[in-house]
């Protein structure tokens, strides 16, 4: 089976290997050095969109430093004054206008098409020392536009890689992006410095920044979000297209097959816009995956145990390196399984110990299908620390509980 793929050079021009030791020269932003680090002097930060990542990064913004100043405009006024009132924000803005000329920082956290159209609208008042960055889970197309408009110099795309099944800011929360990934992609005219004063500021809001060239950031999530998205729901087609009249297929799904697509429940409209931005990437990741099915294909054709085994064995044995310490692309189930005899009043009971603990659930439910499952009673919970507990309360009262 083919083994590498290649990062596409997709439209680089010259400037854009620019050497880190060019970069020095030119302008920083309102920088301080503290016991050898470099900080950003912060005052005031801006967001254009108050969603569920804006909202979750102004809260956090103003939990860890709540001296800054936070001015923010959407769409939906209403939002904007919920979170004046909550003190998330301190001035709500009828429009991107020359209020943000006062920012430090700005948060383009729109929808990837919008946040290129309000670049040119602040282009005409930031002053050069504003830092701008956006949330995008795509950064190809944004960073063309940077280079268009000639903010190469103060530009860092940012993508933090958590969300939730909700949206908005009625769901934002300070913790949203702890210990996730946030990846950072900076212009190409950035000074090094401020690369490193904005990474200090992202660790500060205690997510795990990385720094990554734009198009690498691209196809990495290609291979490990976009694709694995496409796939799940290729798979829920398939079973739909393959079921009977008697949807036994959907009924016997219930279980692992659902865990495994889940993430196929997402936004269409969300992902729709992915699929375009991000098209190269995923289409050279998809060529790959196509040769692997392929190369399967005919080791079962030939009867190639070998061959079989060994493509199974290499899959588990990659996928147990992979690490739990941190949040990636897709957004981390919190659940485990329960064994429980079958007896009236069973489910009861564990919500009740758990509700006694403080302990709210998300879901719980019987499974059905155990072929590949160890235990009767699937329980999931909102994040970590209600999943640790809740595992540790449950062994202290003997139940047997399966972590994956």
Same mark, same amino acid.
């Given at each position: 089976?083919?083994?590498?793929?290649?990062?596409?050079?997709?439209?680089?021009?010259?400037?854009?290997?620019?050497?880190?030791?060019?970069?020095?020269?030119? +302008?920083?932003?309102?920088?301080?050095?503290?016991?050898?680090?470099?900080? *950003? !002097?912060?005052?005031?930060?801006?967001?254009?969109?108050?969603?569920? =990542?804006?909202?979750?990064?102004?809260?956090?913004?103003? *939990?860890?430093?709540?001296?800054?100043?936070?001015?923010?405009?959407?769409? /939906?006024?209403?939002?904007?004054?919920?979170?004046?009132?909550?003190?998330?924000?301190?001035?709500?803005?009828?429009?991107?206008?020359?209020?943000?000329?006062?920012?430090?920082?700005?948060?383009?956290?729109?929808?990837?098409? %919008?946040?290129?159209?309000?670049?040119?609208?602040?282009?005409?008042?930031?002053?050069?020392?504003?830092?701008?960055?956006?949330?995008? /889970?795509?950064?190809?197309?944004?960073?063309?536009?940077?280079?268009?408009?000639?903010?190469?110099?103060?530009?860092?795309?940012?993508?933090?890689?958590?969300?939730?099944?909700?949206?908005?800011?009625?769901?934002?929360?300070?913790?949203? =992006?702890?210990?996730?990934?946030?990846?950072?992609?900076?212009?190409?005219?950035?000074?090094?410095?401020?690369?490193?004063?904005?990474?200090?500021?992202?660790?500060?809001? +205690?997510?795990?920044?990385?720094?990554?060239?734009?198009?690498?950031?691209?196809?990495?999530?290609?291979?490990?979000?976009?694709?694995?998205?496409?796939?799940?729901?290729?798979?829920?087609?398939?079973?739909?297209?393959?079921?009977?009249?008697?949807?036994?297929? !959907?009924?016997?799904?219930?279980?692992?097959?659902?865990?495994? %697509?889940?993430?196929?429940? /997402?936004?269409?409209?969300?992902?729709?816009?992915?699929?375009?931005?991000?098209?190269?990437?995923?289409?050279?990741?998809?060529?790959?995956?196509? !040769?692997?099915?392929?190369?399967?294909?005919?080791?079962?054709?030939?009867?190639?145990?070998?061959?079989?085994?060994?493509?199974?064995?290499?899959?588990?044995?990659?996928?147990?390196?992979?690490?739990? %310490?941190?949040?990636?692309?897709? !957004?981390?189930?919190?659940?485990?399984?329960?064994?429980?005899?079958?007896?009236?009043?069973?489910?009861?009971?564990?919500?009740?110990?758990?509700?006694?603990?403080?302990?709210?659930?998300?879901?719980?439910?019987?499974?059905?299908?155990?072929?590949?499952?160890?235990?009767?009673?699937?329980?999931?919970?909102?994040?970590?620390?209600?999943?640790? +507990?809740?595992?540790?309360?449950?062994?202290?009262?003997?139940?047997? =509980?399966?972590?994956?």
């Amino acid at each position: 089976m083919q083994k590498n793929l290649k990062l596409e050079n997709q439209g680089a021009s010259e400037a854009e290997a620019m050497p880190q030791a060019c970069r020095r020269n030119q +302008k920083p932003l309102h920088l301080q050095r503290t016991k050898g680090s470099i900080h *950003m !002097k912060i005052q005031t930060v801006g967001f254009i969109g108050l969603g569920l =990542i804006g909202g979750s990064l102004a809260k956090a913004i103003k *939990m860890y430093h709540p001296d800054v100043r936070i001015l923010a405009y959407m769409r /939906s006024q209403d939002t904007l004054r919920e979170a004046v009132q909550e003190g998330t924000i301190d001035q709500a803005c009828e429009a991107v206008d020359g209020k943000f000329s006062a920012c430090d920082i700005i948060y383009l956290c729109a929808p990837v098409s %919008t946040n290129a159209r309000y670049l040119e609208a602040l282009k005409a008042f930031l002053p050069e020392t504003c830092l701008l960055t956006d949330v995008g /889970s795509t950064k190809t197309d944004i960073h063309s536009k940077v280079r268009a408009l000639g903010l190469t110099d103060r530009f860092i795309g940012g993508h933090p890689m958590a969300g939730s099944e909700k949206t908005g800011y009625e769901n934002a929360k300070p913790h949203l =992006i702890e210990n996730a990934y946030y990846i950072l992609t900076p212009g190409e005219n950035v000074p090094s410095q401020t690369v490193e004063a904005f990474t200090a500021f992202t660790a500060s809001l +205690k997510a795990i920044p990385l720094v990554l060239d734009y198009r690498q950031h691209d196809f990495i999530t290609a291979c490990v979000s976009h694709l694995p998205h496409l796939i799940a729901s290729s798979l829920v087609e398939l079973v739909k297209d393959l079921d009977g009249p008697q949807e036994l297929m !959907k009924q016997i799904a219930a279980g692992g097959f659902k865990d495994i %697509t889940r993430i196929a429940s /997402s936004s269409p409209e969300m992902w729709e816009q992915i699929c375009m931005t991000n098209s190269a990437n995923i289409l050279q990741a998809l060529e790959h995956y196509q !040769k692997q099915l392929e190369d399967f294909r005919q080791e079962l054709l030939q009867k190639d145990s070998e061959g079989i085994h060994s493509f199974f064995a290499a899959a588990r044995d990659y996928r147990n390196s992979i690490p739990d %310490t941190s949040a990636g692309p897709l !957004k981390k189930v919190y659940a485990f399984y329960c064994d429980m005899v079958d007896e009236a009043g069973g489910i009861a009971t564990l919500a009740t110990i758990l509700a006694s603990g403080g302990i709210s659930l998300r879901n719980i439910g019987i499974i059905h299908n155990r072929e590949f499952e160890e235990a009767v009673l699937r329980v999931e919970l909102y994040d970590e620390d209600a999943y640790q +507990k809740a595992v540790a309360l449950l062994r202290k009262y003997r139940y047997t =509980i399966y972590e994956r």
